[in-house]
């Protein structure tokens, strides 16, 4: 920089310190075209740019009685500038990681609760199979499925053979078998459908 605009530069700094708006915008023009043009170059966008620039002049007026100068104000500012980039890249990639996992999470939520519902789905039409059973037949199955009791207890209980407990029971594993596979295909075919 000539000597002279340096001289311009520094009564412009100091009366900056002053207060003195006019001081403010006569460095703005000098400096935010270049400042932007290099901030657009490393940001790629704009309107990122001009926020930044716009933050660190509203930095230089807000802190402007305390900021020490020992280069020019040129080096200082985009010195300056150059963490704001940094600092904005930073927290850019941050909100992105956190955004990601974020989307993440309300998949595998909603993957879990869709996996409950069809679960609930399954659980509810098996149960009305197991409703269109014979009364005996169903009676055994809860027995031996929900109650968990064995064949010999099942037949002590209702007085009743082990060999037709046994009979019974494959009867209805034979009937929810086939009804287990209809559910599957309506499974299959249920996105397609929706």
């Given at each position: 920089?000539?000597?002279?605009?340096?001289?311009?530069?520094?009564?412009?700094?100091?009366?900056?310190?002053?207060?003195?708006?006019?001081?403010?915008?006569?460095?703005?023009?000098?400096?935010?075209?270049?400042?932007?043009?290099?901030?657009?170059?490393?940001?790629?966008?704009?309107?990122?740019?001009?926020?930044?620039?716009?933050?660190?002049?509203?930095?230089?007026?807000?802190?402007?009685?305390?900021?020490?100068?020992?280069?020019?104000?040129?080096?200082?500012?985009?010195?300056?500038?150059?963490?704001?980039?940094?600092?904005?890249?930073?927290?850019?990639?941050?909100?992105?990681?956190?955004?990601?996992?974020?989307?993440?999470?309300?998949?595998?939520?909603?993957?879990?609760?869709?996996?409950?519902?069809?679960?609930?789905?399954?659980?509810?039409?098996?149960?009305?199979?197991?409703?269109?059973?014979?009364?005996?037949?169903?009676?055994?199955?809860?027995?031996?499925?929900?109650?968990?009791?064995?064949?010999?207890?099942?037949?002590?209980?209702?007085?009743?053979?082990?060999?037709?407990?046994?009979?019974?029971?494959?009867?209805?594993?034979?009937?929810?078998?086939?009804?287990?596979?209809?559910?599957?295909?309506?499974?299959?075919?249920?996105?397609?459908l929706s």
């Open positions: 920089m000539p000597a002279h605009n340096v001289q311009i530069e520094t009564k412009l700094l100091q009366s900056l310190k002053d207060g003195d708006q006019s001081a403010f915008s006569e460095l703005y023009e000098l400096h935010a075209a270049s400042l932007t043009g290099y901030a657009v170059s490393r940001l790629s966008s704009l309107d990122e740019a001009k926020d930044i620039i716009q933050d660190l002049f509203v930095y230089l007026w807000e802190e402007r009685e305390n900021i020490v100068i020992t280069t020019s104000l040129k080096s200082f500012l985009f010195a300056a500038l150059r963490y704001r980039i940094i600092d904005h890249i930073r927290k850019n990639i941050t909100r992105r990681k956190y955004a990601e996992m974020t989307l993440r999470l309300v998949a595998d939520y909603m993957a879990s609760a869709e996996d409950e519902l069809v679960a609930k789905d399954i659980s509810r039409m098996l149960e009305l199979a197991v409703n269109d059973l014979p009364s005996r037949t169903k009676e055994i199955y809860r027995l031996s499925r929900h109650r968990q009791l064995a064949v010999k207890e099942i037949a002590s209980l209702l007085h009743l053979s082990e060999q037709t407990v046994k009979n019974q029971l494959t009867t209805a594993l034979s009937y929810l078998r086939i009804s287990i596979e209809r559910i599957a295909v309506l499974l299959l075919i249920w996105p397609i």
